[in-house]
């Protein structure tokens, strides 16, 4: 499979813009390869791409572009390779570290989860990933832990070391999990982590967790959410991200009715699609509903 690669040289500060007009034109993802040159990627054939960035950048701007754009076609391992040969870990907590294989361990970080960057969603660099990482550090050591969603088994991994001795990675996507547990082969103490294609209705009934993640779409957790806290054991914690700021109230009303109580909450600006990202960290009832 082949992509259609945009470069676009404009200065650090252009960055928000960038990853504006990228957005705007549908692309697939994109990175910063160094200080000043910006990378996205397109599903052929992208017809028109230069002039459709050029439009959607002056939209944003107001004046056109300056900056010069290069267009081709790049091999899809070529962008793996490159994404990855441009990962960095990422510091999550004062403990815990994300980290791509084969950077040196920085001893300052007792907690480190290594993931391989795109095998699935979740390399700890998304704000949503990384709100449910620091409630998960702060609450931990946990006994079990559910992941709806795994994606690259970020969540799930990072249960792991934090010291939880029972934890499942859910993903509907057959390649999420294909990706998870490519991760789960890298992190030492990891191989005890179940990894299952499906979600909350592929569990058998009586499971119970002490904490319960879910990375998803707002519609998509509304759905799960009573199955979710059904899966929660009592008085235990449910973390939920993936939400926009306009969702929150009919987020916290569902968990309310089902009796979950607001712990915690986060808003994380996201320029690229110019909105904000919330996510919840909520206690479970005593006698779930
Ligand atoms: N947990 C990772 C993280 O926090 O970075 C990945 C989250 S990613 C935003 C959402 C993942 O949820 C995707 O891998 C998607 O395939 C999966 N997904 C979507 N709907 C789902 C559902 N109903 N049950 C289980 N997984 C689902």
């Known amino acids: 499979m082949s992509y259609v690669e945009l470069t676009v040289a404009a200065p650090v500060a252009a960055e928000e813009t960038v990853t504006a007009a990228l957005a705007a034109c549908e692309t697939l993802g994109g990175w910063v390869e160094k200080p000043g040159l910006f990378r996205g990627y397109f599903s052929p054939p992208a017809a028109n791409l230069t002039d459709r960035f050029r439009a959607a950048w002056c939209d944003l701007a107001g004046e056109p572009c300056p900056h010069p754009i290069v267009v081709r076609n790049r091999l899809a391992q070529d962008w793996l390779m490159a994404s990855r040969a441009a990962a960095k870990p990422i510091p999550i907590t ?72 029972r934890v499942v990675g859910l993903d509907i996507d ?63 914690r449910v973390g939920v991200a993936g939400l926009m700021l306009s969702e929150r109230e009919r987020l916290i009303d569902a968990a309310r009715q089902l009796g979950l109580a607001l712990l915690d909450q986060r808003e994380d600006p996201d320029p690229t699609f110019k909105d904000v990202w919330w996510s919840g960290w909520f206690a479970a009832p005593e006698n779930p509903v």
């Open 174 to 236: 057959p390649d999420a999990i294909v990706g998870a547990i490519d991760n789960r082969a890298r992190n030492a103490q990891a191989s005890e982590l179940m990894l299952v294609r499906g979600s909350t209705a592929s569990l058998r009934p009586g499971y119970r967790f002490e904490c319960v993640l879910a990375n998803l779409d707002g519609p998509t957790l509304a759905k799960e959410l009573p199955h979710i806290v059904g899966l929660c054991s009592a008085r235990g």
């Open 94 to 165: 004062r403990r815990l570290w994300v980290a791509p294989p084969g950077v040196v361990p920085d001893a300052a970080y007792s907690k480190v989860v290594w993931i391989q960057p795109g095998l699935g969603f979740g390399t700890g660099s998304h704000a949503t990933t990384q709100a449910l990482l620091r409630w998960l550090d702060h609450g931990s050591p946990f006994r079990s832990v559910l992941d709806v969603g795994t994606g690259s088994g970020v969540l799930a991994l990072a249960a792991v070391a934090l010291g939880a001795g």
